[in-house]
Every structure is written in structure tokens, then in C-alpha cells.
T-cell receptor, first 115, second 110 residues
Framework: NAGVTQTPKFRVLKTGQSMTLLCAQD?????MYWYRQDPGMGLRLIHY???????AKGEVPDGYNVSRLKKQNFLLGLESAAPSQTSVYFC??????????????FGPGTRLTVL | KQEVTQIPAALSVPEGENLVLNCSFT??????LQWFRQDPGKGLTSLLL?????REQTSGRLNASLDKSSGRSTLYIAASQPGDSATYLC?????????FGTGTRLTIIP
């Protein structure tokens, strides 16, 4: 049981390049999330998904796109990277039952630098 | 808009002491509150989750309390150890989303 995994762990891009970050979970969780973490800002939600085939915007969605074609995978895309997107990106997943807690489990993160 | 504050931003205490970390939030309409630990360069590890109907949760040397009406939570760590050194984050859930504080960086001095 690997939990939540993220690929790649590190990446350096030039301004204007594109890339996709992959998140995978093997816990059969319905909900998946993408966050970014910046110094002094805490974690901020980019996009999330409440089930296969669904996506929704979070607090800071501009410049990012997501897809949830399979329940276990959640992809985060940057179409034209900008230096402001230099950050550490975390994926999380959770199992949500009616009236139950929404405990989120996090991946190890992807450190992205945009030059 | 929900805002979550953690004060102080950094804390150093000698090994063996008991300590309390604080978390406050502005909107009391929350579903639950979760405490995480983050080691340098690593992801977040869930420590405790308190549902809105609960007042506290305990796991080993950790005890978390929740007072929704005053918008406060505390994380109590008993008999601190050097291995407890990390950044501790609290997050509150509202409307299917978590709002995070900026964390308290804890250093336990051997």
C-alpha cells in the first residue's frame, strides 16, 4: 500500500514550457486535491476532484488545469509555466462518507522551479 | 473567508518539557479540524482529526482540543523529544475544502 505518490519529485522548467504532474493513490479514495506551498503563505488549494470525471476550482486555479480520468489518478497541468509558479506542489486524497470526517492524506510533494 | 492563524511561528523548548501549540480560526462553521506534521523537504503527515461534534482527540503523547465557539484549537505534546522537531500545521475543513495555517516550527533542544 503506497498511499499517495507523486511524479516527478523535482523539475526545472523554462518560462513558457509546459508539464504535467501526476498524482496516484491506491486507497480507493473519492476525493483528490492539488495544493501549492509557498514560504509564509501556507498551503493553498489549486483544484480538487470529488470523483472520477469531476474537477473543481480551488483558491488559486489560474494557470493550471487538471484531469481525473481514472479514480486513482489526478493530473495537474501547467500549459505555459511562469516564474510565479515556482513552488512545492502537494497532492492529497481523502475518503468521504456521509457525515463522516474528511481526513486528507498527502503525497511527498514535487519541487518545481521555473526559470 | 476562513482565516487560520498559528502563533508563534517558531518555538524552541528543552527536551522533556510539555508544550502547547495554538491554532485559531475566524469562521466557526467548520466540519472538522486536522493537525499535521511536516518534516523539512517532506510531505504532510496527519496527526489528529477532530470532528466538529468532538472536543478532543488523543494519540500517544499528543492531545488536540477544539473549541468551535471561540475558534480555537490546541495541540498538546507531552514529554517532548528531539524527534518531535518539525513544523506543525493545523487546517480546518469547510465546504469540502481545507484551509491551512502557516504553521509553527518546533525545535526540541536535547
Amino acid at each position: 500500500n503506497a498511499g499517495v505518490t507523486q511524479t516527478p519529485k523535482f523539475r526545472v522548467l523554462k518560462t513558457g514550457q509546459s508539464m504535467t504532474l501526476l498524482c496516484a493513490q491506491d486507497m480507493n479514495h473519492e476525493y483528490m486535491y492539488w495544493y501549492r506551498q509557498d514560504p509564509g503563505m501556507g498551503l493553498r488549494l489549486i483544484h480538487y476532484s470529488v470523483g472520477e470525471g469531476t474537477t473543481a476550482k480551488g483558491e488559486v486555479p489560474d494557470g493550471y488545469n487538471v484531469s481525473r480520468l481514472k479514480k486513482q489518478n489526478f493530473l495537474l497541468g501547467l500549459e505555459s509555466a511562469a516564474p510565479s509558479q515556482t513552488s512545492v506542489y502537494f497532492c492529497a486524497s481523502s475518503y468521504r462518507s456521509a457525515g463522516g470526517p474528511n481526513e486528507q492524506f498527502f503525497g511527498p510533494g514535487t519541487r518545481l522551479t521555473v526559470l | 473567508k476562513q482565516e487560520v492563524t498559528q502563533i508563534p511561528a517558531a518555538l524552541s523548548v528543552p527536551e522533556g518539557e510539555n508544550l502547547v501549540l495554538n491554532c485559531s480560526f475566524t469562521d466557526s462553521a467548520i466540519y472538522n479540524l486536522q493537525w499535521f506534521r511536516q518534516d523539512p523537504g517532506k510531505g504532510l503527515t496527519s496527526l489528529l482529526l477532530i470532528q466538529s461534534s468532538q472536543r478532543e482527540q488523543t494519540s500517544g503523547r499528543l492531545n488536540a482540543s477544539l473549541d468551535k465557539s471561540s475558534g480555537r484549537s490546541t495541540l498538546y505534546i507531552a514529554a517532548s523529544q528531539p524527534g518531535d522537531s518539525a513544523t506543525y500545521l493545523c487546517a480546518v475543513e469547510g465546504n469540502e475544502k481545507l484551509t491551512f495555517g502557516t504553521g509553527t516550527r518546533l525545535t526540541i533542544i536535547p
